[in-house]
């Protein structure tokens, strides 16, 4: 079986986010979408309700395994999970500017590949930090994330 993990917060799962997945899913067997928490981060969602709004989304694609990030490298964590690849959507060159070392560094330190997918040219403008600032300031983001997604949005 090809594993691969598509890691990140997801705070919150945005339609960029959901493409990545999805085209994922059609290239390997299994996709682990493994939810982070990033200290350095402020998130509006703790990791329980991420993870619940992940699995939701994806509650339909058997093929989409839903959980925590645990904590140390990420290669590690590949290489325990048996994943041949990490995916990384870009949306820009500076994604690829920042993604590149630690794509060269993972693999230097467990062999694990990282396969990074363009991001969906209509989305190439939506952050979930983005989203977030939007709906704070009461706009519309109904077309940039999940309808369960923004229902969790509202309802907080």
């Known amino acids: 079986m090809k594993r691969a993990i598509c890691p990140g917060s997801f705070d919150p799962l945005h339609l960029g986010h959901c493409s990545v997945i999805r085209r994922a ?3 390997f067997d299994e996709v682990v979408v493994a939810v982070s928490t990033n200290p350095h981060k402020t998130h509006r969602f703790t990791e329980q309700e991420r993870i619940a709004l992940v699995r939701e989304v994806f509650a339909d694609e058997p093929g989409v ?17 048996e994943a041949v690849a990490l995916v ?6 500076a ?12 693999r230097s330190l467990t062999g694990v590949e990282t396969v990074f997918l363009p991001g969906e040219p209509s989305l190439l403008h939506v952050s979930s930090s983005l ?19 923004l229902h969790a949005i509202r309802t907080r």
């Open 88 to 93: 990384k959507g870009l949306r820009n060159g």
């Open 65 to 81: 395994v839903v959980e925590p990030l645990e904590s140390g490298l990420i290669a590690d964590y590949a290489q325990r999970r």
């Open 131 to 149: 989203v977030m600032e939007v709906a704070a300031l009461g706009g519309d983001v109904s077309s940039f994330v999940p309808p369960q997604v």
């Open 95 to 106: 994604d690829y500017d920042y993604e590149l070392p630690m794509a060269i560094m993972n």
């Open 25 to 27: 899913a059609r290239l």
